[in-house]
Structure formats: C-alpha cells, structure tokens
C-alpha cells in the first residue's frame, strides 16, 4: 500500500512557472519509477515526465525543455518544475509510483493546473 500526496497547483498565467511536489509513503520498495502524468478534457492520461530510483528520465516531448523533474529518495519524494508554461498545459496532474511489476501500481488524486490569463 503506497499513499501519495501532492501539492503545488493551482492557476498560473502564460509564461509563468509552478512547481508541483509528490510525497510517497508506505511500503516503498526503493527500486522504482515515480512520474507526472496529465490529463484534459477529453484527453487521455498521458505521460510527462518520469525518473528512476538512479535519476533516470523521460519526458513528453511538448515539455522538453520546459519541465524538469527530480527526486528526493531520502524523502521518497518527486518534483516537477514547470518553465514557461502554456496553455495546452492545463490539465490534472497526477503523480504516479511503479514498484515491482508483481506489485500494482499507486496514483495520486491529481492536483488541477490552470494556465491563462
């Protein structure tokens, strides 16, 4: 059972930045992915960033460049940086735990990001 809460969103004008945060607790098993995905309206969940327990990453590409995601494994902790920010980048944000493939995955309750003016 893994619990994560997130913080960080909220309404931001074009250009702006937000910095959202992602803290996982429970039984974490320390190899694993932990990612921001989003979702708009009539969308699907897509991904936009993950990182590996070593610092790996990988992002969408409509946020390459602008997003960058980090982690603080003493804390069991993820961050997304968002730069420049625009708005096809309003969406819910979830924040996303992988452990073991025998182990199911653990979603966040999403956290709204609003991007106008």
């Known amino acids: 059972q893994v619990h994560l809460v997130e913080s960080g969103g909220g309404l931001v004008q074009p250009g702006g930045s937000l910095r959202l945060s992602c803290a996982a607790s429970?039984?974490?098993?320390?190899?694993?992915?932990m990612g921001w995905y989003r979702q708009a309206p009539g969308e699907q969940r897509n991904l936009v960033a993950s990182i590996g327990s070593l610092g790996g990453t990988n992002y969408a590409d409509s946020v390459k460049g602008r997003f960058t995601i980090s982690r603080d494994n003493s804390k069991n902790t993820v961050h997304l940086q968002m730069n420049s920010l625009k708005p096809e980048d309003t969406a819910v944000y979830y924040c996303?735990?992988?452990?073991?493939?025998?182990?199911?995955?653990?979603w966040g309750q999403g956290t709204q990001v609003t991007v106008s003016s």
């Open positions: 429970g039984s974490i098993f320390g190899n694993n992915v």
């Open positions: 996303r735990y992988s452990g073991p493939i025998y182990r199911p995955d653990y």
